[in-house]
């Protein structure tokens, strides 16, 4: 069965560092999506992303954070200048049929 | 501002036993309401989806409920398994943004 992967499954970094989040989508899907899960807080939306642009953004995703799909299978959320309450899982998902979302395992992103 | 608030926060049950978790929500206007199942670590993975004229929708031994005048939905777990130990998680979107807004989850301890 086709699955969201991502990479790296664990990222530490020092506070200031560029980190960039790695993610391929399943491969017919059309619609992707960033978000984040702090340690014992819910799930919170990040960024949605389709036809090559950004779709929709939360009051989270500022400067610091931007996604790119560089190729036909990655798609990438880089945060320019870590902080410490960047610490986080991040999750990726893709969509294919309207509702249905598929979330990738997640990358734990720790900053020092 | 949409919220969505599960109940109870914790639930400890013992093995082949029934449970149902709640979710009310006040996100307007309604598109649809999803229920995850995320085990500790992983990315959530998907139960169910309903959409406004829909209010029932089984999936296994998953049956979720969804009454849209009182804005509130369930999940009924049927002859719990020892696998079913997981955060349970009610996701709603609203029509016109897709930015969804997660509840913090219920989380269910299946005791043997």
């Known amino acids: 069965e086709p699955e969201v992967t991502q990479t790296p499954s664990h990222q530490v970094t020092q506070m200031g560092q560029e980190v960039i989040l790695r993610c391929v989508p399943i491969?017919?899907?059309?619609?992707f999506y960033w978000y984040r899960q702090i340690l014992g807080q819910k799930v919170e939306f990040l960024v949605s992303?389709?036809?090559?642009?950004?779709?929709?953004k939360s009051e989270i995703f500022d400067d610091q954070f931007s996604v790119e799909r560089p190729d036909g299978s990655n798609f990438t959320l880089k945060i320019r200048s870590t902080k410490l309450e960047d610490s986080a899982m991040y999750f990726c998902a893709s969509t294919g049929s309207l509702y249905e979302q598929y979330f990738g395992p997640g990358t734990r992103l720790t900053v020092t | 501002k949409n919220q969505v608030e599960q109940s109870p926060q914790s639930l400890i049950i013992l093995e082949g036993k029934n449970c149902t978790l709640q979710c009310n929500y006040t996100v307007s206007p309604f598109s649809n309401l999803r229920w995850y199942k995320q085990d500790t670590g992983r990315g959530p993975v998907s139960l169910t989806i309903?959409?406004?004229?829909?209010n029932t929708k089984s999936n296994g031994r998953y049956t979720a409920t969804l009454d849209a005048d009182t804005k509130q939905s369930s999940l009924h777990i049927t002859a719990s398994q020892l696998s079913d130990s997981a955060s349970y998680i009610c996701v709603v979107s609203s029509g016109g943004s897709y930015i969804p807004t997660f509840g913090r989850g219920t989380s269910l301890i299946v005791h043997p």
């Open positions: 491969s017919n899907h059309l619609y």
């Open positions: 309903m959409t406004f004229s829909e």
């Open positions: 992303f389709y036809n090559n642009e950004i779709s929709e």
